[in-house]
């Protein structure tokens, strides 16, 4: 199945805040219902968030067509989530259609270039699985054993519309039959590698460990990783890597350790904009993710407790960024390349130019 999906004039997605308890189907029928499924990761990963966005903004043209009111529902939408760029591009996309249709049209176009934008999601995240595999092909053929791949947070189908991103290698490489073995950081405050990505890889059958986010670094070092795999919420153009809080640390370790980091890259997902990871807006959400965590008793009942004193504030940012040096290269749709402005121009050439514009402004 998929993550999102229209159904009779609304979009139905799984609530991934009730995974790995309970598959639940959530109907949306108005951008407002679209815009708090996004904020409360309902719908989650940057390449989902930007198709969610999408059909938010169907949903709207379906409501109230006007210019006014889209303008209303794409400002909505895109305060939701401040780090991932698929959102903001998928809202201009839409944007710039509906705006130059009628407004007899807008709903009809509005749910038809949402559908597109989904399916692209899906064919761009089986390419960078067919890339990807290929890794693990020659590393399976040249060890003779399951090849070790670490991985951090969810970036699996749950956080695409189907296939995921760094985890679509893995599933590539599994469904040929090469043994792979997925060791699962478990990602704290949200737990989305332990709820989420478990979840998925044992649904297909993948065998996968999961461990603490605070022992990969000894895995990598004791040579039990062969290859570390993430994805991105935001890259810029010169190859610096928003991902899950912790992502950085793991890349320091990998470095030293000798394990190649790679990060699957859909191609929406870089902002040409932005040179310096250091622009990129980093999330910070609700400290009672870190000071509390969710879970359901032994009787079926979900609770929330915890963890902290009362009297202790948090931190918790969504996200940190990787810089370019530690990537040991990106897996984008079009193949592998640097994580370097050289890098993705060699193989998006058509973004080439606009992005040495912007880059020439920011120095």
């Known amino acids: 199945m998929r993550t999102i999906w229209p159904a009779g004039g609304a979009v ?7 995974l790995p308890f309970e598959l639940s189907i959530r109907r949306l029928e108005t951008p407002e219902k679209v815009a708090e ?8 990963g940057a390449p989902l968030i930007g198709a969610a966005a999408a059909y938010g903004l169907a949903l709207a043209a379906r409501c109230d ?7 209303k529902a794409a400002a909505l939408l895109f305060a939701t989530r401040p780090t991932a760029v698929n959102l903001g591009w998928a809202l201009e996309r839409m944007m710039a259609a509906l705006l130059s249709a009628r407004e007899e049209e807008r709903a009809l176009l509005g749910f ?10 899906v064919a761009i995240n089986r390419a960078i699985g067919a890339h990807g595999l290929a890794l693990f092909e020659k590393a399976f053929a040249e ?19 189907d ?3 760094a985890l679509a290698p893995v599933y590539r490489a599994f469904d040929v039959g090469i043994k792979v073995h997925v060791w ?11 709820s989420l990505t478990a979840w998925e890889l044992a649904r297909h059958g993948v065998p996968f460990t999961l461990l603490v986010d605070s022992a990969a670094g000894p895995l990598m070092r004791e040579g039990r990783v062969d290859f570390a795999i993430v994805g991105t919420d935001r890259t810029t153009a010169e190859g610096e890597v928003a991902n899950k809080i912790g992502t950085y640390m793991m890349a320091l370790a990998a470095r030293d350790s000798g394990v190649p980091f790679y990060v699957a890259l859909p191609s929406p997902s870089i902002d040409w904009a932005l040179a310096k990871g250091a622009s990129i807006p980093i999330e910070c959400r609700d400290a009672r993710e870190v000071t509390h965590i969710e879970g359901w008793s032994e009787d079926g009942r979900r609770l929330r407790l915890r963890l902290s004193p009362e009297e202790s504030p948090a931190f918790n940012p969504a996200f940190d960024v990787t810089p370019a040096r530690l990537v040991t290269a990106l897996i984008t749709e079009r193949g592998l390349c640097a994580a370097s402005r050289e890098g993705l121009a060699g193989l998006f050439p058509e973004h080439a130019a606009s992005a040495r514009e912007e880059a020439a402004g920011t120095f």
């Open 12 to 18: 139905e997605i799984i609530d991934q805040t009730r």
């Open 37 to 44: 499924a996004i904020a409360a990761m309902r719908v989650r």
């Open 65 to 71: 067509p006007s210019r006014p009111a889209l303008e």
């Open 112 to 121: 038809r270039l949402a559908g597109e934008i989904a399916e692209e999601d």
């Open 143 to 161: 060890k003779g054993r399951p090849v070790e791949i670490l991985t951090h947070c969810n970036a699996g189908w749950l956080a695409t519309v």
């Open 163 to 165: 296939w995921g991103t």
């Open 184 to 194: 699962v950081g478990e990602t704290r405050p949200r737990n989305q590698g332990a």
